[in-house]
């Protein structure tokens, strides 16, 4: 059919007439049955066959790049994902593109210049046959259920807020907007002037998209087993003779089977060949069922010529082996679904929650989708958060295992915080919400693990070399049994042509099918999905499947001091010298009282519990591993480490240093004005964890930006050799540390560095190690370089996230083990080497089952681990 183009209605959000609507036209997503019009956008496009979408004028927008993710459909093997890749590697405006054949998903960003998403789609479908649907990642959204006409609805002025609309489904209508600006229950109660209802509560799209898919080979699978059992009955059930009858009835069910149930193979392994030019595993389904089917019609037309062959027809062998291909799909399509749904983050969410109407002092139950900001809930008790907030009123003990791995109870009282998916305890909380449910830390952690889920480590190049040969390869073995056979059958049995033909091509019809490249695609990604899913609900959260891979490698593991081997809850111990000038104590609280460095804020917590009240300075600039200074009054203020400001050997200072503090100084104009010492409390479990990381052959390391003094203490307390300690460090002195281990490797193979910190100042480190590992109470700049993310503050978690590593390794090795042993002994057994046992033909579509459930077995079993 021809290309139809949708006129997307971009509006002001302006409520005036004054906006003139500008047209954008848009390629849209193409139908079978020509229902859809170029002339202008009609209701039939909401339905099945299109979409509507309203969006802001692209200039507001930006005709910039813009992050797509689809949700694909159809997708069975590894062959299907590089088909997907390739095809998409063709689009230019397409970059940085992910692909995942587990969680039957792509992400890109897609250059708006060059091509539209529908441009992109309508490109993917019509050269794979895949289904695409695109899953919005607007920002915070709303389904809603239109009393009207929706394609009128969407097209109408938009309140104020409003970022985008979209027609999903009948009446529904998704609608995207700013919560900054607009609240969710204000935009369904008081917007439109007219009842709006909230739709039922769509689950995880891509999900949705997977379960759909499952269901729908699910229902063609029935069909397939239905057609298929009264052709069975007709070949092997002892029933009178009636052959050209009994055989006319074969003939129409397999024709059936062939055209409704194997007919999708066809147009997919062409478009594969054609278009991506692979050669997947369709094309072998094509091959091997035409060929049963076309030589059994050849057969039924010399039977009904009065001349029938004696081998007769084998209707029954196409469509059982439809059927079992189809058995087979279904079964592996289901487990991976159902293993992806056990380790789904967002499932945690709650779907309702009690709002305090403070202004009528009552409660009312709502869904959770409609909170917005500034709203107060209540959480009773043995009940799940709906989302972060802050508590303001009561005390309870919440289980928060499900996202940091901790099995003990945390208290809660009035200004601690909570988190979203975690369990109340025996006590009333009130909360104040401080993200939406769309934005909360259940979202933030299952957007962390699908960045390890659609990344590929290095195994995952190994599988798809191999995966990329399979095919041809077994063509080729095909051609040669299919040769060899016939000639055995003429020269070794005296057959007839015709009767070695026949034998050969149920050999080869075998081979074709039993071998299975499946397994081998599925070896490395459905262990990262579930091994970064288990890991995270042990609190470990893995962002690149790199670290999965290697992490259990480690040689060197490198730590910061404070807030990683150490709480970060440092302290005032002593003051040795202070000012008696209030002024200068006014201006250093000015100084630090901004901060977020743990000294400063130990620093300004001191300062305020004496009263001290905070001179206003301009900006102070941070100097990060250093301290911190600014110009206020023409005076030069500098508060940090005594190296710095070059004050270790002042006579005050040195025996501090001496003592293992950590010294804090402030200086105005180089004069020293203050000495503040530090301590701080290990962390409880970090003796066991570096005890148990050398015990295991790894050296272990600390890098910090404290004084010597300090840094030796706790590397002494811990059992860390002197050799591996570095203080006074700055970001660039941690980066060429980290360099330095890396360049060292006492053999060919190149150490593994593993880099342990939290704060600003170790994202350069965690970005230069091997892997990065970010301890979840710094900033987010840290945690955006890191490889791995600990949700919960304990050094543990990296043995965790070694142990992860080494079961996954393990299960990766197992899975390709087992695809090479299942495939060699699968076809020898189908090419007829072992003389008194073979495969059937017509048993041959078992063999997707057979080689992967047991991949797929391997991975799910990592639930149940010890990590």
């Given amino acids: 059919m021809k290309t139809k183009d949708v006129v997307m209605v971009s509006k002001s959000s302006c409520a005036d007439s004054c906006c003139e609507p500008k047209k954008v036209v848009a390629p849209a997503r193409s139908c079978s049955d020509g229902c859809c019009s170029s002339e202008k956008p009609s209701a039939g ?31 069975t093997c590894t062959g299907c994902e590089t088909k997907l890749n390739r095809t998409l590697a063709t689009v230019p405006a397409v970059k940085n593109l992910k692909t995942s054949l587990v969680l039957s998903r792509a992400e890109f960003n ?74 969710a229950r204000d935009l369904l109660e008081n917007t439109w002037g007219r009842p709006i209802e909230l739709a039922p509560v769509r689950g995880d799209p891509s999900l949705e998209a997977g379960g759909k898919h499952v269901r729908h080979i699910g229902y063609m699978t029935l069909l397939s087993a239905v057609l298929t059992i009264p052709v ?41 060949l054609v278009f991506s030019k692979v050669i997947e595993m369709d094309l072998l389904i094509v091959l091997s069922t035409t060929a049963a089917y076309v030589f059994s019609v050849v057969s039924y037309g010399y039977l009904l010529a009065g001349e029938p062959l004696s081998t007769g027809q084998f209707f029954e062998t196409s469509t059982l082996l439809v059927t079992l291909i189809m058995v087979g799909r279904w079964v592996a399509a289901l487990a991976r679904q159902r293993a992806v749904e056990s380790i789904s983050i967002q499932s945690l969410q709650a779907p309702t929650t009690i709002l305090v109407d403070e202004d009528m002092g009552s409660d009312q139950e709502i869904d959770a989708r409609l909170l917005q900001y500034g709203d107060i809930f209540k959480v009773l008790p043995d009940t799940r958060i709906p989302t972060d907030g802050t508590v303001i009123m009561g005390s309870s003990e919440v289980d928060e295992s499900m996202l940091t791995g901790e099995s003990r109870l945390v208290e809660k009282h009035p200004k601690s915080s909570v988190i979203a998916g975690s369990i109340n305890g025996p006590g009333l909380l009130l909360v104040r919400l401080t993200h939406l449910p769309s934005d909360n830390t259940i979202i933030a952690i299952a957007a962390m693990v699908d960045e390890a889920k659609l990344s590929k480590p290095k195994m995952q190049d190994l599988a798809d070399r191999v995966a990329s040969y399979f095919v041809p390869v077994v063509v080729l073995l095909t051609i040669i049994t299919f040769s060899i056979w016939i000639a055995v059958g003429v020269v070794g049995r005296g057959q007839s042509r015709s009767q070695a033909t026949v034998q050969a091509i149920t050999y080869a019809i075998t081979i074709l099918i039993v071998s299975c490249p499946c397994a081998i695609g599925l070896a490395v990604p459905m262990v990262i999905v579930i091994a970064s899913g288990v890991a995270a609900e042990r609190g470990v959260i893995f962002k690149s499947a790199d670290a999965i891979e290697v992490a259990y490698k480690a040689s060197h593991v490198v730590f910061d001091k404070t807030g990683t081997l150490t709480c970060g809850n440092l302290a005032v111990a002593e003051e040795p010298f202070v000012t008696s000038d209030e002024t200068s104590l006014s201006l250093l609280l000015g100084l630090v009282g901004d901060s977020r460095h743990p000294v400063s804020v130990a ?68 004069t020293l004005a203050a000495v503040y010492c530090l301590e701080d409390d290990l962390r409880a479990d970090s003796a066991e964890t570096i005890q148990t990381l050398q015990d295991h052959g790894v050296s272990v390391h600390v890098v910090s930006g404290d004084d ?22 700055s970001p660039a002195d941690k980066k060429d540390y980290i360099q330095t281990l890396l360049g060292n490797s006492k053999d060919s193979k190149k150490p593994v560095v593993i880099f342990c910190g939290d704060g600003t100042n170790d994202a350069v480190a965690l970005a230069q190690a091997t892997i990065g590992v970010h301890i979840n109470e710094g900033t987010a700049v840290a945690q955006s370089a890191a490889d791995v993310v600990l949700m919960r503050p304990a050094l543990s978690g990296i043995l965790t996230m070694m142990n992860a590593s080494r079961a996954s390794v393990n299960r990766i090795k197992f899975n390709f083990a087992w695809s090479f042993v299942y495939n060699v002994f699968a076809v020898l057994l189908a090419a007829g080497a072992f003389v008194k046992a073979r495969i059937p033909p017509e048993f041959a579509g078992l063999g997707e089952l057979v080689s992967v459930l047991p991949v797929i077995a391997a991975a799910v079993l990592l639930r149940w681990s010890k990590l």
């Fill in 232 to 272: 069975l009955a007709l070949a092997w059930a002892p029933i009178p003779e009636r052959e050209i009858a009994y055989s006319s009835a074969s003939l129409a069910l397999a024709t059936i089977v062939q055209a409704v149930i194997a007919g999708p193979f066809y147009p997919k392994a062409i478009k594969a």
């Fill in 110 to 183: 897609l250059d708006l210049r060059l091509s539209s998403v529908d441009e992109v789609i309508k490109h993917l479908e019509r050269t794979t046959e895949f289904k695409c649907q695109r899953i919005s990642n607007k920002g915070t959204g709303i389904d809603i259920i239109v009393p009207d006409d929706p394609s009128s609805f969407v097209n109408e002025t938009w309140p104020a807020g409003v970022t985008e609309m979209l027609v999903i489904e009948n009446n529904t209508v998704q609608v995207s907007f700013d919560p900054k600006i607009v609240g």
């Fill in 603 to 670: 620093i300004a917590a001191h300062l305020k519990n004496k009263g001290v009240q905070p001179s206003a300075v301009p900006e102070p600039k941070s100097l990060t591993g250093r301290g911190i200074e600014t110009t206020a009054g023409g005076q030069v203020l500098r508060a940090g480490n005594s190296g710095w400001l070059n004050l270790s050997s002042h006579d005050i200072v040195q025996p501090l240093l001496a003592q293992l503090y950590t010294v804090f100084c402030f200086t105005i104009n180089d």
């Fill in 45 to 75: 496009l909401g339905g099945p066959h299109g979409t509507i979408v309203a969006v802001q004028d692209l200039e507001s927008q930006g005709m910039g790049n813009e992050f797509v993710i689809l949700s694909i459909s159809g997708m």
């Fill in 708 to 729: 010597e003094g300090a840094v030796r203490s706790v590397a002494t307390k811990l059992g860390i050799p002197d050799d591996n300690v570095r203080a006074r460090s």
